[in-house]
């Protein structure tokens, strides 16, 4: 059974992956008690299937962009259970958990999340060989200059309140469309199916060196 953990923002997800598919899915808003409520989610989630703990073969992460107590929250379980079962890590790039959700289409992908004091972490995607692929670095910017440089329709999917859809819209118009917010919201289901792939390929990270990818620090200063 694969586990798979992200905590990299305020939302929270976690699965459980068999090989044939998911069993177990939650998401949920943390606010910032990502140290206090994890653990128990993990133990209800075993428990839907009458596991405990040594049942996990197998973990993968969310590993950043977001907030530093998050992510040192998730990694911390993640590891912990690694270390204690001796079984294989996997970190994947918490926009990837994003983007693994939205249809490969012609054109290009922008995902993004909260980074704090009106500012967005952003990346872009395009489409290689049937899949999304990242293209150059995260990126920061907010609600009011997202876009400014686009020359031909994005898809855009992420941490987006109805308020802030609303405006991006009324500023962008048909240069945007944006996914709904189902598809924006990250779920673990998806990190777990993304981690299982890399597991049984033998792609997997060393338990020591596997670090959070923080925030970028510089960028737009939020107006």
């Not at 994003?98 to 872009?124: D, E, I, K, W, Y």
């Not at 060393?206 to 737009?220: C, F, K, M, S």
């Amino acid at each position: 059974m694969l586990l798979a953990i992200d905590t990299a923002t305020r939302t929270a997800s976690l699965a459980l992956h068999d090989g044939g598919g998911v069993r177990v899915e939650v998401t949920w808003e943390l606010a910032d008690q990502h140290t206090v409520g994890l653990m128990p989610c993990v133990d209800w989630a075993l428990n839907q299937l009458g596991l405990e703990a040594g049942a996990v073969r197998a973990v993968a992460v969310s590993i950043g962009p977001g907030s530093f107590t998050g992510l040192r929250a998730g990694l911390a379980v993640a590891k912990g259970l690694a270390l204690a079962n001796e079984v294989p890590i996997v970190g994947v790039r918490t926009l990837d958990i994003l983007v693994a959700a939205q249809p490969v289409q012609v054109g290009s992908l922008v995902a993004v999340l909260q980074a704090g004091r009106g500012r967005l972490a952003m990346q872009t995607y395009r489409r290689a060989r049937g899949e999304w692929r990242a293209e150059g670095e995260v990126t920061v910017t907010t609600i009011d200059r997202i876009g400014e440089d686009w020359d031909k329709p994005t898809w855009l999917c992420g941490e987006l309140d109805a308020a802030e859809r609303k405006l991006i819209k009324e500023r962008l118009g048909k240069r945007v469309t944006l996914a709904d917010p189902a598809r924006s919201l990250r779920r673990a289901g998806f990190l777990a199916e993304l981690g299982w792939r890399r597991v049984t390929a033998g792609d997997v990270d060393d338990l020591d060196t596997l670090a959070p990818i923080y925030l970028p620090t510089a960028g737009v200063a939020a107006e």
